[in-house]
């Protein structure tokens, strides 16, 4: 299986709504072993002038990995699941994610390159919070490569 | 109490913490995260990859090693940006049954640049495990008052 190079450039609308719930945050929070009050009690997070929970700075990558599934599923990419490697992350917070936010990504594919007989694929995802109507707040951009390993990689 | 700009300096340390990792606490980010893939949590699958096995999902590092920066800052939503790059995995084995750690992350923090005009303080981190640097170029960026 080959990635499709054609892939560069390629963007994928804002597809299902993610709602940041409560204790979502709070299981997130306990699975990277966070402990700062913010993430679990809606009062110490107002105390820092939130409007609600705190989401960790990682929280993002649920949304923006059910972005790149859209991708990594696409049988037109060519990418094999299992030969996957994460390369590297970050966030770029434009405002914290907070409970309540309802949140959706557009996906975009900037950098299709091959390395060996496997490809590094550099995507992006911009989340957006849904307002009234049709606002939409730009709360986080989130980019990441991954590496497809060739055969015997 | 929260740092304040004026008061630090390039190169001063923020701290360190050690984060000890179970095959139990992978299930748990598995969970949390919505990331099922069994080199997480399938040892004759890791194998099978030509992994030498089980191996910590590397947002389970980058996402515990950054609460030495939130627990500094005060705020978590004070980190504005915070990337890094994975080098090593983090092998962890099973210890289930026991009270010992499959795995042991070694962080430490230091300030790596000053912005003041945006008011901002740029954190690297340095992540150890087993000896081997498992991130490298992990910085977040830390708005402060």
Same mark, same amino acid.
């Given at each position: 299986?080959?990635?499709?190079?054609?892939?560069?450039?390629?963007?994928?609308?804002?597809?299902?709504?993610?709602?940041?719930?409560?204790?979502?945050?709070?299981? #997130?929070?306990?699975?990277?072993?966070?402990?700062?009050?913010?993430?679990?009690?809606?009062?110490?997070?107002?105390?820092?002038?939130?409007?609600?929970?705190?989401?960790?700075?990682?929280?993002?990558?649920?949304?923006?990995?059910?972005?790149?599934?859209?991708?990594?599923?696409?049988?037109?990419?060519?990418?094999? #699941?299992?030969?996957?490697?994460?390369?590297?992350?970050? #966030?770029?917070?434009?405002?914290?994610?907070?409970?309540?936010?309802?949140?959706?990504?557009?996906?975009?594919?900037?950098?299709?390159?091959?390395?060996?007989?496997?490809?590094?694929?550099?995507?992006?995802?911009?989340? #957006?919070?849904?307002?009234?109507?049709?606002?939409?707040?730009?709360?986080?951009?989130?980019?990441?490569?991954?590496?497809?390993?060739?055969?015997?990689? | 109490?929260?740092?304040?700009?004026?008061?630090?300096?390039?190169?001063?340390?923020?701290?360190?913490?050690?984060?000890?990792?179970?095959?139990?606490?992978?299930?748990?980010?598995?969970?949390?995260?919505?990331?099922?893939?069994?080199?997480?949590?399938?040892?004759?699958?890791?194998?099978?990859?030509?992994?030498?096995?089980?191996?910590?999902?590397?947002?389970?590092?980058?996402?515990?090693?950054?609460?030495?920066?939130?627990?500094? +800052?005060?705020?978590?939503?004070?980190?504005?940006?915070?990337?890094?790059?994975?080098?090593?995995?983090?092998?962890?084995?099973?210890?289930?049954?026991?009270?010992?750690?499959?795995?042991?992350?070694?962080?430490?923090?230091?300030?790596?640049?000053?912005? +003041?005009? +945006?008011?901002?303080?740029?954190?690297?981190?340095?992540?150890?495990?087993?000896?081997?640097?498992?991130?490298?170029?992990?910085?977040?960026?830390?708005?402060?008052?």
């Amino acid at each position: 299986m080959t990635i499709n190079p054609d892939l560069q450039g390629r963007s994928y609308p804002a597809a299902e709504v993610y709602d940041v719930g409560r204790e979502k945050i709070r299981e #997130f929070a306990r699975a990277v072993k966070a402990t700062n009050p913010a993430h679990f009690d809606v009062d110490a997070a107002t105390a820092l002038g939130h409007t609600d929970l705190v989401a960790p700075p990682t929280f993002a990558i649920i949304i923006a990995q059910r972005a790149d599934a859209q991708l990594i599923e696409d049988p037109d990419a060519g990418i094999d #699941f299992s030969r996957v490697v994460h390369a590297d992350q970050r #966030f770029t917070h434009h405002r914290p994610i907070v409970a309540g936010d309802r949140l959706v990504a557009e996906l975009h594919v900037d950098g299709v390159r091959a390395m060996g007989g496997g490809a590094m694929i550099t995507t992006r995802s911009e989340i #957006f919070a849904l307002g009234s109507g049709d606002a939409r707040e730009p709360v986080t951009t989130t980019t990441s490569s991954i590496l497809v390993r060739g055969e015997g990689q | 109490m929260s740092p304040t700009f004026n008061e630090l300096s390039a190169g001063q340390d923020i701290g360190s913490r050690t984060i000890e990792v179970t095959r139990t606490d992978l299930v748990k980010y598995a969970g949390a995260s919505g990331d099922f893939n069994p080199i997480h949590w399938n040892e004759a699958f890791a194998t099978g990859v030509e992994l030498p096995g089980v191996i910590a999902h590397g947002m389970f590092t980058m996402g515990s090693a950054v609460q030495l920066v939130t627990d500094w +800052a005060g705020d978590p939503g004070a980190v504005v940006d915070f990337q890094t790059r994975f080098t090593k995995p983090v092998l962890v084995t099973d210890t289930t049954g026991t009270p010992e750690p499959g795995a042991t992350i070694e962080v430490s923090g230091t300030i790596g640049k000053l912005d +003041a005009d +945006a008011g901002t303080a740029r954190v690297d981190l340095a992540v150890v495990s087993a000896g081997q640097k498992v991130l490298m170029k992990a910085q977040a960026v830390v708005k402060l008052s």
